[in-house]
């Protein structure tokens, strides 16, 4: 939620998403605020997906992305600038036993039921590198020998259940790097998406899977797109809250359709798996599992992320004249094509929407940085490193020393 100022008064408001709005008043030497729920425009209509969860909304808000827990800790990747610099490089990323910045100790001091260990330092090992398959990116232990998973695995995650409406820059560009090479235009891929929400969403008057929203404009003859979704510069989070509970739910309804089915190629006893079934494990005659496709997702990410940096480092790559937002079009579109043909989708394809749902995610999710203190910036923000976004800005200093969140 981001606040503006009447002028010169001591009155804020602010809109979010949900229809909520929230108005901050000084009067009299004391403070009121006023949480207000109003309607929402019919584009902002929900649907029935579970959303993001709150773990992950204060962790990407942060600069930090979770990927494993236990019983007492939650383990992330931290993505300040060293971390964001050895990631494009292909590098590893290690413990460290130092100040992590601002927004990490915020993080750390907000309540939550695990302590953080956040792992955001750079290994330069030119030999761990250069090591095929799950050691390319890999998260290492202090002791730079114990691995803990791997970067794309680390992204794959914030599909499921992380597609918050704000973000910290590092983590956007991280994320964006990624599963997109640092491509811009990705517009059409976001068209795309919404081509293939339709279609999944189905066109019965009752079927409400996908909110009021998308069932008028799918019974709608020949309707045209009014296409919301911008680039995070003109982002906004009401919309950005509407646009990713989208996407969540068209990530759950391809699960959905995808898990418990026999995986192709396996019944038969061959050991020659299909194209779709690329990244699981052999065994002959199982059932598709949810673990399957996040597994699968997070291979289709290390593709695409050797690919990024194989292009950062200038190293040879046969990458084809299409760039990465072109290759995410046609990623989409083969995957509609491949449902509209068999009216089924594979763990293959979810992997797909998985990389090109975070790839129109951080295309469009409002950006957010957390402060010490302020900065010499204008009056609409502060651009983040290396491009023209405009971030908005917490900072710490102005804020009151207890605060009270329930």
């Not at 494993?68 to 490089?89: F, G, H, P």
């Not at 695990?114 to 990116?137: L, R, V």
């Not at 911008?230 to 969540?248: G, K, M, Q, T």
């Amino acid at each position: 939620m981001v606040f503006t100022r009447q002028g010169r008064s001591l009155y804020l408001t602010g809109f979010g998403g949900f229809g909520l709005s929230l108005d901050v008043s000084h009067a009299e030497a004391s403070w009121s605020v006023a949480l207000v729920q109003g309607p929402r425009p019919p584009r902002h209509a929900p649907s029935l997906g579970a959303g993001y969860t709150t773990l992950m909304a204060k962790h990407l808000a942060c600069g930090s992305i979770p990927f494993a827990q236990n019983r007492d800790w939650v383990v992330s990747v931290y993505v300040n600038d060293e971390v964001l610099a050895a990631i494009k490089e292909g590098g590893n990323i290690v413990d460290k036993r130092a100040f992590g910045g601002d927004s990490l100790e915020f993080l750390c001091r907000l309540p939550g039921d695990k302590h953080i260990d956040a792992f955001y330092g750079e290994y330069k090992d030119a030999d761990a590198q250069k090591s095929p398959g799950p050691s390319f990116g890999a998260i290492l232990h202090a002791d730079r020998k114990t691995e803990l998973g791997t970067w794309p695995h680390a992204v794959a995650q914030i599909a499921f259940g992380g597609l918050v409406p704000q973000a910290n820059p590092n983590v956007v560009e991280a994320v964006r790097f990624t599963s997109t090479g640092l491509e811009e235009d990705m517009g059409e891929c976001v068209v795309a998406l919404e081509s293939l929400v339709d279609m999944l969403h189905g066109s019965q008057e009752d079927d409400h899977l996908f909110g009021d929203n998308v069932s008028g404009r799918c019974a709608a003859e020949g309707h045209s797109w009014v296409n919301y979704t911008f680039h995070s510069e003109h982002s906004n989070a009401p919309d950005a809250v509407a646009i990713f509970a989208r996407y969540s739910n068209l990530l759950e309804r391809a699960i959905a359709m995808v898990v418990g089915r026999p995986i192709p190629g396996e019944q038969t006893g061959t050991s020659q798996a299909r194209p779709q079934t690329q990244g699981l494990p052999a065994s002959c005659g199982r059932l598709v599992r949810e673990g399957d496709i996040v597994e699968a997702a997070g291979r289709e990410l290390e593709k695409s992320y050797r690919a990024a940096v194989a292009r950062m480092t200038r190293e040879a790559v046969a990458t084809g004249p299409a760039g990465p937002a072109a290759r995410n079009l046609e990623s989409i579109q083969e995957v509609k094509t491949r449902f509209r043909e068999s009216g089924v989708l594979e763990v293959f394809d979810v992997a797909i929407i998985v990389r090109c749902l975070l790839s129109s995610w951080a295309f469009t999710v409002p950006l957010i940085e957390v402060k010490q203190t302020a900065e010499m910036r204008g009056a609409a923000g502060t651009p983040s490193a290396g491009t023209t976004k405009l971030v908005n800005e917490i900072v710490l200093s102005n804020l009151p020393p207890i605060s009270a969140l329930s």
